[in-house]
């Protein structure tokens, strides 16, 4: 049985920081391609950070040069260091994993940055 399960949303005010994390099982997680994505409301999901089984990095432009994806293939862990959190990266974050062929969601943690 696939499990992302997603941790480290919260409350935090504009220019904090967060650290989320996805432990992964079930899966051969060095083989697979990760991402952070989220959902604001009465918007689309969308890619904020995704890293290749290879370590190589993409991020979207709101988030460049603020955010760090990295993973662990050790413990099977990606992270998602978030800076200078602004209002509008409130969203829930979802962790998400694809090898080419199938593909997982986690759950979703909340991330609210707000004064």
């Known amino acids: 049985q696939v499990q992302l399960v997603e941790s480290g949303g919260g409350l935090v005010q504009p220019g904090g920081s967060l650290r989320l994390s996805c432990a992964a099982s079930g899966i051969i997680f060095s083989t697979y391609a990760m991402g952070w994505y989220r959902q604001a409301p009465g918007k689309e999901r969308e890619l904020v950070a995704g890293?290749?089984?290879?370590?190589?990095?993409k991020y979207a432009d709101s988030v460049k040069g603020r955010f760090t994806i990295s993973r662990d293939n050790d413990k099977n862990v990606v992270y998602l260091q978030m800076n200078s959190l602004k209002p509008e990266d409130t969203a829930v974050y979802y962790c998400?994993?694809?090898?080419?062929?199938?593909?997982?969601w986690g759950q979703g943690t909340q991330v609210t940055v707000s004064s």
């Open positions: 998400h994993a694809n090898d080419g062929f199938r593909n997982y």
């Open positions: 890293i290749t089984s290879g370590g190589s990095t």
